[in-house]
C-alpha cells in the first residue's frame, strides 16, 4: 500500500503546476475547478481520496501572493474610517459635475458613472446637477463633517426607497440591485491648501463585480457675488477584474470632471 501511494505521489505531483496553472489562467472560479478536476480526475479515481485532497490544497497558491499592480477585492485597506470635510460644509449643498475628457473604454466608463449613481449620458461636457449633503459623524466629533453618502446617491439617481446607508458604517452603500464597498482610501485632511480622497470602489450588481478608483481633490473659494463655494476635480478610473483581483496597474477607461458646489439657498 505504501508503494501505491508513492508512486501515486510521483505521478500527480507533475501534474498539480500545470492544473493549477489551468485553474489560475482563466476568467472565473467554475471554469478553472472543471480544468482542474479533468486534469487529475484519471488519479483520483485509483488513489484515496484523502492522500489526494491534501496534496491539492497544500498546493493551492495563496490570495497574498504579489499580484503585480492588483490589488484583492476581498480585503479592506482603510486606515481612515472615513473622508473628513471641513466643518464649515454642514449642511445641504448643490453640487454641479461637468465631465471633462473621457478616454478609454467608453462603455466601462458609462457604466461605472451610473453605477455610481448618476442618470446623466457620459461625454466630454455633459453636466450633472444634484443636491448633496454634509453630516456629523461619530468618528471625527467636532473635528469635521463627512459625505452623507445615502442622501447624496438618492438624489442622483432618484430613488429614495431603496437606499440603504448609515453614518456609523459608511464604507458600504446599498442600493436598487447594486452595493458599494469602499475597499482602500487614502485621505488629504482639510488645510489651507485644500483637502481631497482617493478611494477603490468595489461594485457589485448581482451580475458583475466592477473595480472602480475615485479620486477628488477640493480647494474652497468665493463665486463672483462673494458667496462660499468648494471646487474641485475629479478622476474616476475603472479596472479590470480577474478571480476577485483588480489590475489596478493598467486602467480600461478614465473620466475626468470638474466639481462645483454651492451652498443651498
Do not use: H
Request: with cysteine.
Amino acid at each position: 500500500m505504501r508503494a501505491l501511494l508513492t508512486i501515486s505521489c510521483m505521478v500527480v505531483a507533475p501534474l498539480l503546476p500545470f492544473a493549477v496553472g489551468l485553474a489560475i489562467g482563466q476568467d472565473t472560479c467554475a471554469s478553472a475547478g472543471r480544468r482542474l478536476y479533468l486534469a487529475i480526475f484519471p488519479f483520483a479515481t485509483v488513489f484515496p481520496e484523502e492522500s489526494f485532497a491534501s496534496t491539492v490544497v497544500a498546493s493551492s497558491p495563496s490570495r497574498d501572493v504579489d499580484v503585480g499592480g492588483g490589488f484583492d477585492l476581498l480585503t479592506q485597506k482603510l486606515p481612515e474610517k472615513d473622508v473628513v470635510y471641513p466643518k464649515s460644509m454642514k449642511g445641504n449643498w448643490i453640487c454641479e459635475r461637468s465631465a471633462v475628457k473621457v478616454e478609454g473604454d467608453t462603455y466601462q466608463a458609462e457604466s461605472a458613472y451610473r453605477c455610481l449613481g448618476s442618470k446623466e449620458n457620459l461625454r466630454p461636457g455633459s453636466t450633472e446637477k444634484f443636491e448633496t449633503r454634509f453630516i456629523e459623524s461619530p468618528y471625527f466629533g467636532a473635528s469635521g463633517v463627512v459625505l452623507d453618502r445615502g442622501f447624496e446617491i438618492a438624489s442622483r439617481t432618484q430613488n429614495t426607497d431603496s437606499v440603504q446607508w448609515n453614518v456609523d458604517n459608511p464604507n458600504l452603500l446599498e442600493y436598487g440591485k447594486t452595493k458599494i464597498l469602499v475597499v482602500r482610501r487614502s485621505v488629504e485632511e482639510p488645510n489651507d491648501k485644500g483637502f481631497g480622497f482617493d478611494e477603490l470602489l468595489r461594485v457589485d450588481d448581482l451580475m458583475v463585480t466592477r473595480a472602480i478608483q475615485v479620486k477628488r481633490r477640493y480647494r474652497r473659494a468665493f463665486d463672483e457675488n462673494g458667496n462660499r463655494i468648494v471646487e474641485g476635480l475629479e478622476i474616476m478610473k475603472t479596472f479590470r477584474v480577474l478571480d476577485g483581483v483588480a489590475g489596478t496597474e493598467f486602467p480600461t477607461a478614465t473620466v475626468k470632471s470638474q466639481i462645483r458646489m454651492a451652498v443651498k439657498s
